[in-house]
């Protein structure tokens, strides 16, 4: 290994305990993690300010990011023009990533309403009927069947409609849809918009950073308000609306007794099957056999949070911890589907003899066991795993060290849930929501999302982030890898309502929620979008998304899909910031189009700051200032006295 690495101190890589553990006992083991590669390769001084460009064999040429205007490509492309095309292919990229999965899983809707697929079925019809009457699709007196064909017709238009506007925009605020017919950017459907991306970002095409700022922003709204927002209502359709669930996270979930497998990826399709088979009596039977107290079922990334969101599973952990996890030997199979699989966990798994195996013929890895995953009959593929994972345990050979930390919260909120827990089962409603952020008690709203990233002390932002926000009285909304962080620090469980602001904590001790709401996975961002939509419909916030005082962060992404998401929160009109790093040359037109120039014309804007402190700072300056513009800011102040009223009067009692 190389020399670096031991300068680096673990306390500075993470904040997980855990990880920090199996960190150093792969330093032990002389096994490289990417921390370790993090710390000894450094990134691309030009490439990091994104200011270089391979687009075509006259190149790649580099900008001078210290005087960015001195040089320009050899076809004469200036920085704006390859930092904004830039840009709008990783756009592109994130937005096919989540694009590709909704549509598979609404292939998979259309087979089990087809009857194609019988190892399925709609877990919940009801919401099926909400989302077809939200898309105008007649529902009454007519069969399930019915409705589910003509909802599938319908949302297909999402990626392959060539014209006309995504079905989806059905949903959105009438102002902030006027707002984007204004500036032409409203989604046609997915694959054309990604299509039109990739085009106009070729050699010689768009060479005009605002004039691809609106497909950029026309391709991420294609996929915020549609892959990925057809995905969570699919999803939810077919495996259930989550409903809050007191769920175990953390390496410690991981069992010595039983056989752990961990599914690691984004299709809730490979874990939701593995569920299925992880609780088959002979396959229980066969693990008992083998001298294990049973089959330990685990979740990992995304697909996990939407396994935790939706059956309580345990999850072990974010992206910075899936090649520690491996580390502890006491994983007896990994098993993966796609995205942010680093393609180095085979290796570690190899290390410690954990049968690792790709399920998705999209992302197969070098030299990786791949058992494809059928829909039609996905038992297949999953019960191969477990018996190759009852076979591991039976083997263990190493000795295994499984960190005893596990932390606990509620997660599983979702749009409908937030409605019923607010207003009640009989007037389900975001008007209480809307009265506290109107009388103060709540001063906003926060999305704080995204991955983690070995740049950046693992966990350390989301924490310290969101510690501040909900101190300072706002209520947070959570999604990816973001939410494990929280949930490991305790900050999704009742108990943080005491970490909370007076406003915000009165509000969570008298619904009974922590302050901190789990939403799910990156797709289920779509939730925070609705979410967002209905607090505008319910009125006294303003008439368009970008009216709300609310405000979005990413402090430790990493990956193209946390850009897509960005774009379609600034472009509905939500602030939002990235922490850490941003792929921008500083002091450029197209920067300061993207931080200043768009919330001039009505959207959000984009932000960037490196101490979570300083976000929780800007973002709570936004939300008072949206508070101003509302007219609701004396409000607060006159909560705020009445709190202090009756402190002093506590104090007097
Ligand atoms: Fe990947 Fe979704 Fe990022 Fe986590 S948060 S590192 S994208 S797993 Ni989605
Ligand atoms: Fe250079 Fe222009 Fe080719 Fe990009 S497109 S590599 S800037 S010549």
Not at 380 to 409: L, M, N, S
């Amino acid at each position: 290994m190389a020399k670096l690495q031991e300068l680096i101190r673990v306390e500075d890589l993470t904040t997980c305990d855990a990880t920090a553990q199996m960190i150093t006992k792969a330093r032990k083991d002389g096994v490289e993690l990417f921390f370790d590669r993090a710390s000894n390769m450094k990134p691309c001084p030009i490439g990091s300010e994104s200011a270089c460009c391979k687009h075509c064999s006259m190149g790649p040429c580099r900008m001078n990011v210290n005087s960015p205007y001195d040089r320009v490509g050899v076809c004469g492309a200036t920085i704006d023009t390859i930092v904004a095309r830039n840009f709008g292919r990783m756009v592109a990229a994130g937005t096919a990533a989540h694009t590709d999965h909704g549509m598979g899983m609404l292939e998979l809707f259309r087979d089990v309403v087809n009857g194609k697929n019988t190892e399925f079925k709609i877990q919940d019809p009801l919401k099926l009927l909400e989302v077809a009457k939200a898309l105008d699709i007649v529902t009454e007196g007519r069969e399930l069947k019915e409705i589910a064909l003509d909802l599938y017709t319908e949302l297909e238009k999402t990626y392959t409609q060539v014209d006309g506007e995504i079905p989806m925009m059905k949903r959105v605020p009438p102002k902030t849809l006027e707002l984007w017919r204004k500036e032409g950017i409203v989604p046609r459907g997915a694959m054309r918009e990604i299509m039109e991306m990739m085009h106009r970002t070729a050699i010689g095409v768009d060479q005009d950073y605002e004039n691809l700022t609106k497909q950029i922003s026309r391709t991420a709204l294609a996929d915020g308000w549609g892959g990925s927002m057809v995905s969570t209502d699919i999803t939810d359709i077919l495996f259930g609306t989550p409903t809050p669930v007191e769920v175990e996270v953390g390496m410690g979930v991981l069992k010595e007794d039983k056989v752990n497998i961990i599914v690691h990826g984004h299709e809730p399709i490979l874990l939701e099957a593995m569920i299925i088979s992880a609780a088959d009596p002979e396959l229980k039977q066969m693990a008992i056999d083998a001298g294990a107290k049973g089959i330990n079922l685990i979740g990992m990334c995304c697909s996990g949070l939407d396994a935790l969101s939706r059956h309580g599973l345990p999850h072990a952990g974010n992206f910075s911890s899936t090649e520690a996890v491996l580390v502890t030997g006491a994983v007896d199979a990994m098993c993966v589907d796609v995205q942010c699989i680093k393609q180095d966990m085979k290796r570690v798994a190899d290390c410690y003899d954990t049968p690792f195996i790709t399920t998705n013929y999209r992302a197969k890895i070098e030299g990786a066991l791949h058992i494809q995953l059928d829909e039609h009959e996905p038992l297949k593929c999953t019960e191969e795993i477990v018996i190759k994972a009852i076979t591991r345990f039976k083997t263990r050979g190493k000795t295994i060290q499984i960190p005893r930390i596990t932390g606990r919260g509620v997660h599983g909120f979702s749009y409908e849930y937030i409605n019923y827990m607010l207003g009640g089962s009989f007037r389900g409603s975001y008007k209480p929501l809307n009265d506290n952020i109107i009388n103060g008690r709540i001063r906003g709203v926060a999305g704080v999302v995204g991955c983690t990233n070995p740049r950046s002390k693992q966990d350390f932002s989301h924490v310290e982030l969101v510690k501040e926000l909900i101190r300072n009285d706002v209520l947070v909304l959570q999604t990816g890898c973001s939410q494990l962080a929280l949930a490991k620090a305790g900050l999704t469980g009742p108990g943080a309502a005491a970490l909370a602001g007076p406003g915000l904590a009165e509000v969570c001790e008298t619904v009974g929620m922590p302050p901190v709401l789990g939403l799910g996975s990156c797709v289920d961002n779509s939730r925070i979008l609705i979410a967002a939509s209905e607090m505008v419909r319910t009125g006294g916030l303003g008439d368009s998304i970008a009216d709300l005082p609310a405000a979005g962060c990413a402090p430790e992404w990493m990956s193209e899909k946390a850009i897509a998401i960005g774009q379609y929160f600034v472009a509905s009109g939500i602030y939002t910031i990235f922490g850490h790093t941003f792929p921008m040359t500083n002091g450029t037109k197209f920067e300061k189009h993207l931080f200043e120039e768009l919330e001039t014309k009505g959207f959000g804007k984009w932000g960037f700051a490196d101490d979570p402190l300083e976000m929780a700072r800007l973002m709570i300056a936004h939300i008072d200032k949206k508070r101003h513009a509302l007219g609701i800011d004396k409000a607060r102040e006159r909560v705020l006295m009445d709190m202090a009223d009756r402190r002093v009067l506590d104090a007097m009692a």
